[in-house]
């Protein structure tokens, strides 16, 4: 009988530990099939994904080739691709450049690549406070120059230039003022050199002091060009067109964005901000009234921008002029007038325009009583009583949207979503 018990309880624990591996054999199975169901589902995932993503890029491509070919387009538009849905937006151009975003999806999965086009950048480099053309400077008392000048006509007054100074041709000549480093010129008169007086053989030195004089030689002085030509004014004016034509005054007196826009009348701007989103060309005259803000849309990131005038430019009092914020972002306004009336000039500066160039090729650019400019560029230039010019040296390289004439490049291509 006790054998018989044994017997049983040895039959039972081997049930019991079949059942036990059976079990444990299950789990293990259930285990690896729920694993292999993850994976496949994270496979299909990852598969599901990057059809998306490739549906996102041939988007982007079909928005580049649209632009490129100068195809027709609307914004957003979709289309499908290998069985994904793409869908495309493409922004306004604001700042030389143009935001593209693709998204793609595929079974659920979106993807979203966002990629900027944007006009190649034009350099220009100055590389003196002013610059002044044939009709030469004029400085009054307290007047300064806090950089270099290069003038291809005389440069007279009592004002005060903080480094050096060159005057091109024979028959010019240095007169009155005081220089904190080297001059070179025809002629020199009543002025204070701080460091080395080169002067052309031939010419005169009268009451000139200065730390060395130096006969250079019979050579005639090599005058300079603008940095700025015709030809990219005319591809800036042509790029102004291509955002459209406004017929008559424009007047703003309220928070405006403009831009790229060509204006056939005047533009004023009066106790208000107008945001740049592109380059402005005006035929008539442009005033900033008082109170006005001019500055470029933040999308110019460290590209600065251009306003275009072909008449008269008044920036009057508490006028603010500025780039995007950046550091390396400037305002470039230009006055194409050939004005030289000293009540009515090319450019008329009476308030502080810090992180702005402005450039008058053909005429005469006053700036006035305590006004402090980054950069001066002008035909004839004069500086009334304490007026500054401040040469920064970002400004020795300034990057600016280009023309219709200039190319297109994606410059930043980066998956969003």
């Known amino acids: 009988m006790i054998k018989d018990i044994l017997k049983n309880r040895k039959g039972f624990a081997m049930l019991y530990v079949t059942i036990l591996i ?23 995932n990852t598969l599901d994904s990057s059809a998306a993503y490739l549906a996102a890029e041939a988007g982007i491509e079909d928005a580049l080739m649209r632009l490129t070919k100068e195809m027709d387009w609307v914004s957003p538009y979709t289309f499908t691709f290998d069985g994904a849905k793409v869908t495309v937006s493409i922004s306004e151009l604001v700042g030389g450049a143009r ?22 950048v034009t350099e220009q480099q100055f ?11 004029v400085m009054r008392n307290g007047s300064k120059i806090f950089g270099n000048l290069f003038s291809n006509g005389s440069a007279i007054g009592t ?7 060159i005057v091109a041709r024979n028959g010019n000549k240095i007169e009155g003022l005081k220089i904190g480093a080297n001059a070179r010129v025809h002629s020199c008169k009543n002025s204070t050199i701080g460091g080395k007086l080169t002067y052309v053989s031939g010419g005169s030195i009268q009451n000139c002091t200065a730390g060395e004089l130096v006969d250079g030689g019979p050579s005639e002085i090599q005058p300079q060009d603008f940095p700025i030509s015709q030809a990219t004014i005319n591809d800036w004016k042509s790029d102004a067109e291509a955002g459209g034509v406004i017929v008559g005054d424009v007047i703003i007196n ?36 008082t109170n006005a803000k001019i500055k470029l849309d933040p999308s110019y990131g460290d590209l600065s921008g251009v306003l275009i005038v072909d008449g008269n430019v008044k920036i009057r009092n508490n006028a603010e002029l500025k780039g995007s914020g950046a550091p390396s972002s400037y305002l470039l306004i230009i006055s194409t007038s050939a004005s030289l009336d000293k009540n009515n ?3 008329d500066v009476k308030n502080n ?53 200039a190319g297109w490049k994606v410059t930043r291509w980066k998956e969003i979503e």
Do not use: C
């Open 99 to 120: 935001t593209i975003v693709a998204e793609g999806e595929f079974n659920s999965s979106i993807q979203k690549i966002r990629a900027i086009y944007q006009l190649d």
């Open 159 to 165: 004002g005060t230039i903080t480094d050096s100074v």
């Open 254 to 289: 309220s928070d405006t964005s403009l831009g790229p826009v060509k204006i056939e009348g005047n533009l004023l701007v009066t106790g208000a901000k107008l945001t740049m989103t592109g380059t402005i060309w005006v035929t008539g005259n442009f005033d900033t009234g």
């Open 345 to 347: 000039p090319a450019i």
């Open 353 to 405: 325009a810090l992180g702005s160039i402005l450039f008058a090729p053909n005429g005469l650019m006053v700036i006035h009583n305590n006004v402090k400019l980054t950069e001066a560029m002008a035909y004839k230039l004069l500086l009334q009583n304490n007026a500054e010019v401040r040469y920064e040296i970002g400004l020795r390289n300034v990057n600016f949207s280009s023309g219709p004439s």
């Open 127 to 137: 590389y003196y406070g002013a610059q002044v053309g044939d009709g030469g400077v």
């Open 22 to 44: 059976f079990m444990i054999l299950a789990a293990i199975s259930a285990a690896m099939a729920l694993f292999s169901s993850r994976q496949q589902k994270t496979l299909r």
